[in-house]
């Protein structure tokens, strides 16, 4: 147990695995509930790819006992939301109500978690539904790009793969191969029931206890996720008068100890509109309308990436510019005023994120079921307070090589526009 800001954390191991884990936020009304599951795209089959997901869209389309309108108006109509997403490493179905209705958000959580039904009629349905939510991406170049790098960057192994599979895997599922699926990975001690707000842990491992009857038992993760170890150039043609880019190394995974160093050179490098890549490319230059970094973080590794979408004709004086900044960070330290405002704005950002029970309550989930932990509010404060300048050019060092270096490009852009690039870094 433990007590910060006001926050009451506790944690119950039920004898089949299932973990429950919940923060009392006594100063508001409503209650975040999660099901997480330690399922997601990376543990996927090539085959299988896209199961994760359709699965989730499946379990609201009816169970034994419901309805698809039913599960969708049953928490509505108590003012409460229900609703649920696939990561590579997760599937989490979550609800938000009110503190009198954690009864009602535990039993529409476990009926559509444990027991969909699964209709063949639904199924090819859905199929249609999520053919459509992929197309939608692909038409897209600012989030295909992100798809597509994601794939470059890891070579073909399971964690880059689409998170929504590909069309002919969708289309090649069957009833049996999602309970299949199913009965591998639904199991009790890959299974974590979060919950932040005015909730009472006493009640929610009662109901908890009562209504999630996972299958015993675990499954392990699938392959290590391999960092790659050479330089990737990928170039996909689109006709378009943009070209979008992601640009990305090695990182470090999700409980990494300087994973706070990593942050404090997103929040600099490309955290905001503030932050240097914003400042130089778009506000001096004019080249890009949006520029940002991203860093992914994962059980057993992570990355860092930078996107911006621009005229094929200036993209290599983008580029010239992000890899200069790159350079500077591995050779200059960082001043202690802009430090100082980069770990304000980190400790703001991280703060302002936890303004509702739902943030709360995922931030809960997460650390639980990727790194069987709780991290106090104030402790993560102090960490941020605690890097130093070294830290930061320690970190650049270690990730920015440019024979780590993977770089996708999607639009009209060819060879020939970065002819004469320094890729150095």
Request: with cysteine; charged share 30%; aromatic share 8%.
């Amino acid at each position: 147990m433990a007590s910060s800001e006001g926050i009451k954390y506790q944690k119950t191991t039920l004898p089949d695995g299932l973990r429950i884990v919940s923060e009392k936020i006594p100063t508001i009304r409503s209650i975040a509930i999660g099901v997480w599951i330690n399922v997601g795209s990376r543990d996927e089959e090539k085959h299988e790819a896209g199961i994760s997901h359709f699965i989730e869209h499946m379990a609201f389309k009816g169970t034994a006992r419901r309805s698809a309108k039913e599960i969708a108006s049953f928490l509505e109509s108590l003012g409460g939301s229900l609703n649920a997403f696939t990561s590579r490493e997760q599937t989490c179905y979550h609800a938000l109500v009110l503190d009198e209705h954690l009864e009602q958000a535990v039993d529409i959580l476990a009926d559509i978690s444990l027991n969909p039904s699964l209709s063949p009629t639904n199924l090819e349905k859905e199929k249609s539904v999520v053919i459509e939510e992929i197309q939608e991406v692909e038409e897209t170049p600012s989030e295909n790009v992100h798809e597509l790098f994601s794939e470059s960057f890891w070579r073909g192994q399971p964690i880059g793969r689409p998170i929504m599979g590909n069309r002919s895997n969708i289309r090649r599922l069957s009833r049996s191969d999602l309970i299949r699926f199913r009965e591998k990975h639904y199991r009790s001690r890959e299974v974590v029931i979060a919950a932040a707000g005015n909730v009472s842990h006493r009640r929610l491992v009662e109901l908890a206890g009562s209504r999630f009857r996972f299958a015993r038992g675990s499954n392990s993760l699938g392959s290590e996720a391999r960092s790659p170890e050479k330089f990737l150039l990928r170039l996909f043609n689109k006709k378009s008068s943009q070209t979008h880019l992601c640009l990305g190394f090695p990182g470090v995974r999700f409980d990494a100890p300087n994973r706070n160093s990593l942050l404090a050179i997103h929040t600099y490098l490309g955290g905001g509109m503030s932050s240097v890549l914003f400042q130089k490319i778009r506000e001096e230059k004019g080249i890009a309308y949006s520029v940002y970094t991203f860093p992914d973080f994962y059980k057993d590794n992570g990355l860092i990436g930078v996107y911006m979408a621009a005229d094929r004709r200036r993209l290599k004086a983008a580029l010239e510019i992000i890899f200069r900044e790159l350079r500077r960070l591995k050779k200059e330290r960082i001043s202690e005023e802009r430090l100082a405002q980069v770990k304000e704005q980190m400790k703001g950002n991280t703060t302002l994120g936890l303004e509702s029970a739902i943030s709360h309550m995922i931030r809960l989930g997460r650390f639980e079921i990727m790194a069987e932990k709780y991290v106090p509010l104030g402790d993560t404060l102090r960490a941020i307070n605690k890097i130093t300048a070294d830290d930061i050019i320690s970190m650049a060092r270690q990730i920015f090589t440019e024979d780590r270096l993977t770089v996708t490009l999607l639009g009209s852009a060819t060879e020939n526009d970065l002819r004469g690039l320094d890729w150095s870094i």
